[in-house]
């Protein structure tokens, strides 16, 4: 059964830092992963997706990185802002047991400080 | 429509009643989950169609839980006798692509509260 991890699971950092939020996953048969950011009270907002043939994407001062045989995923925030305070989640879709589905983390609460 | 859209936002029910929760979907979009949001937790997978096809309802808790999309388009997600477990966030998600590679938009969800 696949099993997605997010560490940590609370980040405080000053704004204008670099940043980097993990997400590890137990199987490699994926066919992507996907980065959303919740904000309190909402929706997800889809950041990034990778599929499993990519290595990174990138999309402004953000770039995730996909490791399928380690099982593991990052993402790189650059130049924080406390606009980006949210909760970050990071899903993979399973191959091929569950393909329809997304297999969600806990997600990293980000909170950016002025 | 522009985005996913998701009602009612806000839904209190008194134990064992039942509940109904619509989803109007991306235009256009083909596939359309349920999924389920404990507080503090990742959503969870509930169901999935492909056009009017319900093709995966291996998530659903129990048999009070029942999803239709009747024409393809609009769906619901519908509670009977409603538990106290069953208060959460129900997030629908919709897709353009039939296949496994689509990228998935999540509505705001609607939050069931179980008195």
């Known amino acids: 059964k696949q099993e997605v991890t997010q560490i940590p699971a609370a980040l405080s950092v000053p704004e204008g830092e670099n940043l980097v939020l993990n997400c590890s996953f137990t199987?490699?048969?994926?066919?992507?992963l996907q980065w959303f950011r919740q904000d309190p009270g909402k929706g997800l907002t889809s950041l990034l997706l990778?599929?499993?043939?990519?290595r990174e994407q990138t999309s402004g001062r953000l770039n995730a990185s996909l490791d399928k045989s380690s099982g593991r995923s990052t993402l790189y925030i650059a130049a924080s802002q406390p606009g980006d305070s949210a909760t970050y989640l990071c899903?993979?879709?399973?191959?091929?047991?569950?393909?329809?589905?997304?297999?969600f983390g806990q997600g990293t609460r980000l909170t950016i400080n002025p | 429509g522009a985005g996913v859209s998701q009602s009612p936002r806000y839904k209190v029910a008194k134990r064992g009643q039942d509940v109904a929760l619509r989803c109007d979907p991306i235009?256009?979009?083909?596939?359309l989950f349920w999924y389920q949001q404990a507080l503090g937790q990742g959503p969870e997978f509930l169901t999935y169609?492909?056009?009017?096809?319900?093709?995966?309802k291996s998530g659903l808790p129990s048999d009070r839980f029942f999803a239709e999309r009747p024409e393809g388009s609009v769906s619901t997600l519908k509670i009977q006798r409603t538990q106290q477990e069953d208060s959460a966030v129900y997030l629908c998600?919709?897709?353009?692509?039939?296949?496994?590679?689509?990228?998935?938009?999540f509505g705001e969800g609607s939050r069931l509260t179980v008195l």
């Open positions: 998600a919709s897709s353009s692509q039939r296949g496994n590679t689509g990228e998935l938009f």
């Open positions: 199987d490699s048969a994926i066919y992507n």
């Open positions: 990778i599929q499993s043939s990519q």
């Open positions: 899903a993979v879709r399973p191959f091929p047991q569950g393909a329809q589905k997304l297999v």
């Open positions: 235009s256009g979009h083909v596939s």
């Open positions: 169609f492909q056009n009017e096809a319900q093709l995966d």
